[in-house]
């Protein structure tokens, strides 16, 4: 669990990188962290890893605080980073065994860990003994989340994971999330791929500017009464826009146009309108929102 109480980032003497965000992380739980470029979310997952530190407010991990008891909590804590934190130049498995004595490992628990969880996360035993600078991106994304784990903490952090991977790699980062949580893990997922992050996020926190303007549950998602309506017509005129708005908001994508409602029987009745104006429908799709539908509706609302 990792507890956030009006934690601030003041950069300089003006510009505030994070504004007071209260904040409870609960163990068990995915956390998802999406926000525009710019908007907090490295500078967040930073302090809650140790590398930065608030210039006001609270941070307490598993009830440690971060500054007083920085050793105690900071064993708790494992954090994939958006680029690696090991050395680019010593051997990769000399790394392991070197920095595990940070983590409460002996050198040979270290090692062993490490080579355990390489072979867990894909990395080939022809490389364990060459340099970070050496391997490929994704090479080097897998041995970072081996890195982050090496001492099995109960809260991770992980920034932009799925970013170097083929899908195979992506497939291998969800399952490995999912895991943790069915672990009991506190995991929290900074990512701008929203589709991944819907699949294994709990809650999803979006942030801009610095501030947390709004949260949503996998569960709201689900039960929430809106509906996403997808509609396109071989015969489109100046007309349709019209008509569709009579149902709620619409977006035109291309030839295709997005309607949010809150009414499955204000759906139906836009199918039978659109074939009584005499338009020719080759999609109509009801679907529920997701999480991207969210991001974007609040940064439309937010403009």
Known sequence: MIQLQNVSKVYGRSMEGVKQISYTFEGGHVYGIVGSNGAGKTTLIRMLSGSHTQTYGSISVDNFDIIKEKEEALMRVGWMPDSSILNGYW????????????????????RMRGMELMRRFGVDEKIWNKSMRRLSLGQRRRVSLAF??????????????????????????????????????????????????????????????????????KDSLEKSEILKITVEVKNP??????????????????????????????????????????????TFKIEKPTVEDFYFSKNRNSS
């Open 91 to 110: 051997r990769i498995i000399d790394q392991f065994e070197y920095f595990g004595v940070f983590r409460g490992l002996t050198n040979q628990e270290a």
């Open 148 to 217: 982050a784990v090496l001492n099995d903490p109960e809260n991770i952090l992980m920034d932009e994971p799925y970013n170097g991977f083929d899908p195979d790699g992506i497939r291998m980062i969800s399952d490995f999330i999912i895991k943790e949580k069915m672990r009991g893990k506190t995991v929290i997922v900074s990512s701008h791929i929203l589709k991944e992050l819907e699949s294994v996020a709990d809650e999803v926190i979006l942030i801009e500017k610095g501030k947390i303007v709004d949260t949503i549950s």
């Open 237 to 282: 005129d100046d007309s349709l826009g019209e008509l569709l708005s009579t149902l709620g908001e619409v977006r035109k994508i291309g030839s295709r146009y997005e309607i949010t409602c809150n009414s499955g029987e204000k759906a139906e009745d836009l199918n039978s309108a659109l074939v009584k104006n005499g338009y020719k429908i080759t």
